[in-house]
């Protein structure tokens, strides 16, 4: 238990859920209606009843601990209580409701993966990066695949203006690169996150001194990887830690990610405290600093640009969850839409 991040403090406030007969585990493997638990006796296959919780809160993910139930004679083990999450890495579900979904619990470190043999796409790792602040978590940039590329260190130097706070790593898994120090730097339980095809699950076997996680060639027609990892799953580090091997993800949408839009874009937080008004958009507003940054290129206009098209989309999630923010939203188009009604509805309106 204690290799998979069992402390002190938990063993405190589990007391009472001992004196029941339960066990503390932690989920390794989840799926539908069961997942794999690693308790103190043991590893066991463990049913999550519907009486266990509701809402996504209470749904065990990977990386959760739970209280466990042990099997009887006639009886299988049950997960009966997931405990509370210190950490909780989750994403916006693709369909337009206002479900979330948890990646990962209980995480440490998330280490956003990138390869450089790729173009670099500043805004997906910004928006990775929001999401690694929102969890609570520390954020990692881990740059693969640097044999890869003509020069590994301007790419970084790049990547850094994106990621203002957060540790940015070169590494290679074919030459060895930076492999000392990513393993230095990164602790406790361990997510790594990106798109398939940038190298996690081999990095990942780095980091475990085998070849435990499935790991797939690149396609050359587009580039993208083969989802070699089909789903989540926590593995102890033989030098202590855990590692979450996550399947690539095509799309991360934000959820209820404020302050890790304000973490990310910590430069911009910072020089809004000199606007002129309180609810400056920094668009157009007279006495903007941010805008007079972009003016005298102490920020540049792509930075500000992924800031704005975020800090809409986490604006449109956060509304459809919360009827009144949306109509607030909503209203400037039916006034349009009105407006324009009226217009073409007037004797002077020609089509």
Same mark, same amino acid.
């Given at each position: ?6 402390d002190p403090e938990r063993e405190r ?22 997942? =794999? *638990?690693? $308790? ?8 999550? %009843?519907?009486? &266990? !919780?509701? +809402? ?76 690694a602040w929102e969890s609570g978590a ?41 492999? =000392? *120090?990513? $393993? ?8 790594? %996150?990106?798109? &398939? !095809?940038? +190298? ?152």
């Open positions: 238990m204690v290799d998979y991040g069992w406030s589990f007391g009472a859920s001992r004196d029941a007969g339960l066990l503390p585990g932690r989920v390794v493997r989840a799926e539908r209606g069961q997942c =794999d *638990v690693v $308790t103190e006796t043991g590893p066991v296959r463990a049913l999550v %009843l519907p009486s &266990s !919780g509701t +809402g996504d809160r209470l749904t065990p993910c990977t990386g959760d601990w739970v209280a466990v139930r042990p099997a009887g004679p006639a009886t299988s083990a049950t997960v009966v209580e997931v405990l509370e999450r210190r950490t909780a890495v989750v994403r916006s579900t693709s369909a337009r409701t206002s479900h979330a979904q948890v990646l990962a619990a209980n995480v440490d470190t998330v280490a956003v993966a990138v390869s450089l043999a790729d173009p670099l796409k500043l805004g997906r790792i910004e928006r990775m990066l929001a999401l520390t954020p990692v940039v881990v740059l693969t695949k640097a044999d890869r590329c003509p020069d590994p260190a301007a790419a970084a130097s790049e990547v850094a203006e994106a990621a203002p706070g957060v540790e940015v790593l070169v590494t290679s898994a074919t030459t060895g690169e930076g492999l =000392d *120090v990513l $393993t230095a730097v990164l602790s406790g339980t361990i997510v790594l %996150l990106g798109p &398939s !095809g940038v +190298g996690k699950s081999t990095l990942g076997n780095r980091l475990l001194g085998e070849d435990r996680l499935a790991t797939g060639a690149v396609r050359g027609s587009d580039g993208k990887g083969r989802h070699t990892t089909a789903w989540r799953e926590l593995v102890p580090l033989p030098d202590g830690g855990v590692l979450l091997d996550t399947p690539g993800l095509r799309g991360v949408g934000l959820h209820d990610a404020d302050d890790g839009l304000e973490r990310t874009f910590a430069e911009i937080t910072e020089l809004a405290r000199d606007c002129r008004f309180t609810d400056c958009a920094h668009t157009v507003e007279p006495g903007c600093a941010v805008l007079a940054a972009v003016a005298d290129g102490r920020l540049t206009e792509r930075r500000l640009d992924s800031y704005h098209r975020l800090e809409r989309e986490n604006a449109h999630a956060a509304a459809r969850t919360d009827a009144r923010l949306r109509a607030e939203l909503e209203r400037p188009m039916k006034q349009l839409s009105r407006q324009l009604r009226a217009h073409k509805q007037s004797p002077y309106y020609k089509a």
